[in-house]
C-alpha cells in the first residue's frame, strides 16, 4: 500500500523559511513528485513537481523562493521555503505517482502558516 507521509509544517514569520519533508513507501520506484497547496477558500494549486531525474517545476508565485529536491533511494521529496509571504499560507501537500502503473498518491498535508 503505498503512503505518503509530510512533515515540517508550521508558523513561522514574513520572510523566514521552513523545509518540508515528505515520505513516500509501498511502491519500489516513484516517477513524477510534487508539492501542491491549499490555502482557505482557494482551489488547490501546484506548487512544484521534480522528475526521477531531477527536472523541476514550479509555479510562477514561488520561483526563485522556493526548492524541491528528492532522494530516489530514500523515496523522499523536500520542499525548501525561503522568503516566505503571508500568501504562501496553506495545506500543503505531496503526490507521487508510481514508476510501474502511473497512479497517483495523494499525503494528507502539513499546515504552513506565514505571519505579517
Known amino acids: 500500500q503505498v503512503q505518503l507521509v509530510e512533515s515540517g509544517g508550521g508558523l513561522v514569520q514574513a520572510g523566514g523559511s521552513l523545509s518540508l519533508s515528505c515520505a513516500a513507501s509501498?511502491?519500489?520506484?516513484?516517477?513524477?513528485m510534487g508539492w501542491y497547496r491549499q490555502a482557505p477558500g482557494k482551489q488547490r494549486e501546484l506548487v512544484a513537481t521534480?522528475?526521477?531525474?531531477?527536472?523541476?517545476n514550479y509555479v510562477d508565485s514561488v520561483k526563485g523562493r522556493f526548492t524541491i529536491s528528492r532522494d530516489n533511494a530514500k523515496k523522499m521529496v523536500y520542499l525548501q521555503m525561503n522568503s516566505l509571504k503571508p500568501e504562501d499560507t496553506a495545506i500543503y501537500y505531496c503526490?507521487?505517482?508510481?514508476?510501474?502503473?502511473?497512479?497517483?498518491?495523494w499525503g494528507q498535508g502539513t499546515q504552513v502558516t506565514v505571519s505579517s
Open positions: 503526490n507521487a505517482f508510481t514508476q510501474f502503473g502511473g497512479r497517483l498518491y
Open positions: 509501498g511502491s519500489s520506484s516513484f516517477g513524477v
Open positions: 521534480i522528475t526521477s531525474g531531477g527536472n523541476t
